[in-house]
């Protein structure tokens, strides 16, 4: 693949993880609808291997439906956890594949091929894997946090850290290699036309 190429791939995956945020919270949203049709004090959800009905079957979850509803709504917990899931995952493609494929197009090594963007996205990462979540170092460009915050990203932080992640691929892309890719999170969007 060529540079433009790899840049696309990467746009394109970040733009996955993020829909894939918005369509779970999205989904979250009708069922708490329905979580609120429930007595939530009474009610449990389980997950079971089997049979409900057999007195051999095991369960591996269970849950009060008045505590799922809280978890599931807006910038609730399951947000937020899948959110920090999301940061892990947009760092590992970019360090395993993006960076060093860009790396090894322009004949550089992977520590050189650098951005802000993705400074804070690896110190991001860093907090979720191996520091419960608290941010240990200060950000440069997604200053919506700072040190010693803990990185639960509310909907509005998750798009702005996604939007500047996307956009600075074109810096990359004409920084290392001269390109002008235009890439972007936000596009217009017109009722009446499918949004392409």
């Not at 095991?58 to 959110?83: H, P, V």
């Not at 995952?89 to 650098?114: D, K």
């Not at 074109?170 to 390109?179: A, S």
């Amino acid at each position: 693949m060529d540079a433009k190429s790899v840049l696309s791939h990467y746009a394109d995956e970040l733009r996955r993880i993020y829909g894939l945020n918005c369509e779970v919270d999205a989904a979250f949203g009708k069922w708490v609808d329905f979580l609120k049709t429930c007595d939530l004090e009474k009610h449990m959800i389980f997950s079971v291997g089997g049979d409900p009905n057999d007195k051999d079957t095991t369960f591996q979850y269970w849950g009060i439906m008045g505590d799922l509803a809280a978890k599931a709504a807006r910038d609730g917990e399951n947000s937020k956890r899948l959110r920090r899931m999301a940061v892990a995952f947009a760092y590992s493609l970019w360090e395993a594949e993006t960076r060093a494929s860009l790396a090894a197009l322009c004949g550089l090594s992977t520590e050189e091929i650098t951005h802000p963007a993705f400074g804070d996205l690896r110190k991001l990462r860093h907090a979720v894997i191996h520091v419960n979540g608290r941010l240990d170092k200060d950000l440069e460009v997604m200053t919506f946090l700072q040190k010693g915050d803990i990185v639960d990203l509310t909907n509005l932080q998750f798009h702005q850290l996604f939007k500047a992640l996307v956009m600075s691929l074109n810096e990359i892309g004409e920084t290392y290699f001269d390109l002008q890719p235009r890439f972007e999170l936000d596009k217009k969007f017109q009722a009446t036309q499918s949004p392409e």
